[in-house]
Structures are given as structure tokens and as C-alpha cells.
């Protein structure tokens, strides 16, 4: 039986600084159908809520708390809603998953792994992470496959993959991550990730990718910008004296950088 005892916490927090605010997949939007799971059994818990997530197992409310953990969740958003570019943490790993699938760590019990237009994440106890990994499926395959099916590799939107062409278009001529970082106005770790990234995804997945025009200042800008408008944009636009267009273009620019893609 799975211990239970801090995923309710970490759900929350996640909720807090992970979960992005809305969706919108790269082409269009989420099905049911690309919504992942776990099938109706795992770990031997059996699957009890498919509200908009899938949990597994049942938990016992503790004493003096008012949550109630449970055993293991499994939430599907978008590539362009979630990416680990797009928020606002960095993971301590970042690694790929049955061939192409990116998966990124921010907890030890909870992993995002992007693939295709969407981002999957699973929380649940730490020594079951790497089963869940291995089964994890969209929902149209309801019975588990005979071995690990080979996960597609994540589609980002444009303006994240730019982001990743920020610091391998200087990489080739700036030696270390310091001389990246000041050359991009990226924290080193910031620098750290992306290289990562971009080597996971490799060379064929930023072909043809133009470098970004904009400064690394004015995107955050735009991504504050969008933080701040996405949920009355009419309103907005009128203390900013533009039309809804306009807002819209704006904050398009940075589409898939900040957790909304509506």
C-alpha cells in the first residue's frame, strides 16, 4: 500500500506554482482522448475519481488536518499551458522517457513529461515514480500494452522554442555558462536548463528555428503583461487604451510562456 501521508501538500503547492491557469493544446483543444492514465488499476489501487485528473487508491482523512491525501494523481494540460520553460521553477532533473517523451522533476514525488501537445503529471510516492512513468498512456488505450509503448516528443509552441534558440545560438561561440548567461540576461541556471532541453530534443528539433527578436527583459514584460490581463482581457484593454486585438497580439508573442494559452 502506498503512503499517502505528503502528497496532499505537495498537490497543493504544485496547484499553486505548477498548474497553469488555463489550456489550449499547440493545434487545438484537449480531448478526453488525449487525457493520459494509469489504466484502472495501478500499483494495486484502483481507480476512483477521473474528474478532470485520474486518481488511484482512497485515503484516510488525518487527524487534526484538514486534507486528505491521496495515493496517486495523474493530470493532463498542454504543452503550451505547461513546459519547463513557461514556469516559473526549475527542475532538478530533466531527462527523456521511452524514447522521446521529456520528463522534468520538480518534486521527488510529483514529474511532468511532455509529449506530443501534452504535458503529464503524476504525483504519487517516490518509489513508484519510474512504474508510472512506464505506464503511463493517453485514455483511448484503456487495457496496459505487453511492453512500454515509445512516447512522442513534446511540440512546443514557437516563441518557447525561440527561447531555446536564445542560448544555443551564443553557446557555439561563448565558452561556459556564465559568459551564455550575461551574453542572454538569463540566470545560469535558467542557461543550464535550456542546454539541457535542447540537447534532449536534439538538433532537428530547432531547425529552422529563428533566434528570438526580442530582449530577454521585454518577454518577461509581456509575460507580466499576460499574468495580469488573461483573466478580464476587455477590461484591460481599456485601461491600456488598445483594442482586445491588440492585447491579444501582445501577449501572443509569448505564447507558452506563461501558463496560458486561451
Do not use: H
Amino acid at each position: 500500500m502506498l503512503r499517502g501521508g505528503r502528497i496532499a501538500l505537495l498537490v497543493a503547492l504544485c496547484a499553486l506554482t505548477l498548474t497553469p491557469l488555463a489550456g489550449g493544446q499547440v493545434g487545438g483543444q484537449l480531448s478526453p482522448a488525449d487525457r493520459y492514465w494509469l489504466g484502472p488499476y495501478f500499483a494495486g489501487l484502483e481507480l476512483t475519481s477521473t474528474d478532470g485528473s485520474f486518481s488511484y487508491g482512497t485515503c484516510e482523512l488525518p487527524e487534526g488536518e484538514g486534507g486528505c491525501p491521496l495515493p496517486v494523481q495523474v493530470q493532463t494540460t498542454t504543452s503550451c499551458a505547461r513546459n519547463p520553460i513557461g514556469l516559473d521553477r526549475i527542475p532538478y532533473e530533466v531527462y527523456l522517457v521511452r524514447g522521446g517523451g521529456l520528463a522534468a522533476g520538480y518534486e521527488s514525488t510529483a514529474v511532468d513529461v511532455g509529449t506530443g501537445g501534452q504535458t503529464v503529471t503524476v504525483y504519487t510516492e517516490s518509489e513508484v515514480v519510474g512504474a508510472a512513468l512506464r505506464e503511463i498512456r493517453p485514455r483511448s488505450q484503456p487495457a496496459p500494452q505487453p511492453a512500454p509503448q515509445p512516447l512522442a516528443p513534446p511540440v512546443y509552441p514557437l516563441p518557447v522554442l525561440r527561447e531555446l534558440v536564445r542560448v544555443t545560438a551564443v553557446a557555439g561561440r561563448l565558452g561556459g555558462i556564465g559568459a551564455i548567461a550575461k551574453a542572454t540576461d538569463l540566470p545560469p541556471d535558467e542557461v543550464r536548463l535550456r542546454l539541457r532541453i535542447a540537447e534532449l530534443l536534439g538538433p532537428g528539433a530547432l531547425a529552422g528555428v529563428p533566434a528570438p527578436t526580442m530582449s530577454t527583459a521585454t518577454v518577461e514584460r509581456l509575460r507580466q503583461l499576460a499574468f495580469r490581463t488573461q483573466y478580464n482581457p476587455r477590461k484591460s484593454a481599456r485601461r491600456l487604451g488598445i483594442s482586445v486585438a491588440s492585447l491579444r497580439k501582445k501577449i501572443g508573442r509569448v505564447r507558452g510562456l506563461t501558463g496560458y494559452c486561451g
